[in-house]
């Protein structure tokens, strides 16, 4: 604390104002927070990330020690313990801390380590939203969206709405470990100003299909790869109210899951292929974001990255250099894509669409279907640990 600029006591320099309510409360509190943990964390030798604000890294020869900080709580790692242990120590020293050991637990996100792989659960949080939703004891169902219909904006308004948007909210929370429902979470927040009877329907079906599924996780482990893997999907007017398009990806590093998206597209798109290339050009967006931030991570690749598209249209699109009328609107997004495969950073190569993951994120699957590509996301059931003498 010091004292404010233009009031500064002179005879006493020392002194604080006296405060009648908490600064933590206070808007301004965790900006002021962060900047004083970045003060003084870069003092003692970290670097901060230029791609995640809330990444900080640490560098000295071979050893290295990367810092993820979210409001007050904290993830570090190290490459030995040694240098794990002089960093709590330094931390400790500046900061009331408690160090609570191996990562377990973490912003309601559980993480069980064994031999082989880790398991990314949030099973006591949709518990919490199915007690909220006072489904705990519903019958599950095998998959969250219908792939029959979809939702417009007809019918009669829900009796809560405040209800329907602490569900929603929850269950956007709840895909940070579950990709599996990115595609219909993402449809029923799309109708939070104005929620209707079957959007509430269509937000019970996920809450069963949840209540089947608690258990279920996301799994990653040791890649002998470290390639970047992309793949891209739309559905071309998708939306029956505003005729827009769902783009989709999900990004593989090596064999695991890191990055995926659902999101309705801001435009009408005029053809599969401009949706198309549009979601390829989203795609192209994130992998850009990732290479950098493996770059900081000082684990470069070398290796151009790969966009699957199941759109021949939109794959010749990306390297034909020539313009049409067509295509005249979507300019920025081919020129983008193009920059990016002319300095080799990509290649967009087209996929089958009986191969084509992120279709999980564009639109209501069969059930067989689904429970294919929610395996290829890597959405399953936690391994059980190797038995001894396995190999």
């Keep these: ?77 190290a490459s030995s313990d040694d240098l794990l242990c002089r960093i709590v120590a330094m931390l400790s020293s500046e900061f009331a801390m408690t160090d609570l050991g191996a990562l377990s637990y973490f912003l309601g996100i559980s993480a069980t380590r064994d031999s082989i792989s880790l398991f990314l659960s949030q099973r006591k949080y949709a518990l919490e939203i199915l007690e909220r939703a006072n489904m705990s004891s519903c019958n599950p169902c095998r998959t969250p969206a219908d792939p029959q219909s979809k939702l417009d904006n007809t019918g ?54 949840i209540r089947g599924t608690l258990d279920y996780g996301l799994q990653l482990h040791p890649s002998t790869t470290t390639g970047l893997i992309a793949y891209s999907n739309a559905d071309w007017g998708g939306c ?43 795609a192209v967006a994130e992998t850009c974001w990732l290479r950098n ?8 690749l070398s290796k151009a990255t790969i966009v699957y598209c199941d759109n021949v249209s939109a794959v010749y699109l990306s390297t034909n250099p020539v313009q049409h009328q067509r295509t005249k609107h979507i300019e920025i997004d081919i020129h983008f894509v193009r920059d990016k495969l002319a300095t080799g ?15 999980i994120f564009t639109k209501g699957l069969p059930t067989s279907l689904f429970t294919n590509f929610r395996s290829r996301l890597s959405v399953r059931l936690r391994s059980p640990p190797p038995t001894a003498g396995a190999y």
């Design 240 to 282: 029956p109210v505003s005729r827009r398009s769902t783009n989709g990806y999900c990004i593989y590093l090596g064999d695991n899951l890191i990055s995926w998206s659902s999101k309705r597209q801001p435009t009408v798109s005029r053809s599969s292929a401009e949706t198309e290339y549009r979601g390829v050009a989203n």
């Design 345 to 359: 950073q990509i290649r967009v190569l087209h996929v089958p669409s009986t191969q084509q993951y992120a279709d």
């Design 156 to 209: 009669p308004p829900v009796a809560d709405p405040t209800l329907f948007h602490s569900l929603a909210g929850g269950l956007q929370y709840l895909t940070f470990t579950r990709p599996d429902i990115s595609y219909v979470v993402q449809q029923i927040c799309l109708f939070m100003h104005d929620p209707r009877e079957p959007h509430l329907h269509a937000l019970k079906r996920i809450l069963r299909y």
């Design 1 to 77: 604390m010091h004292q404010p600029p233009g009031f500064r006591d002179s005879q006493h320099p020392d002194y604080v104002c006296h405060l009648k309510k908490s600064l933590y409360g206070l808007k301004q509190a965790p900006g002021t927070w962060f900047h004083r943990f970045a003060e003084y964390i870069t003092r003692i030798g970290f670097t901060h990330s230029k791609t995640d604000s809330s990444l900080f890294i640490f560098r000295r020869g071979q050893a290295t020690a990367y810092l993820l900080l979210y409001v007050d709580d904290i993830i570090i790692t």
């Design 293 to 300: 931030l493996l770059r900081e991570l000082h684990c470069p």
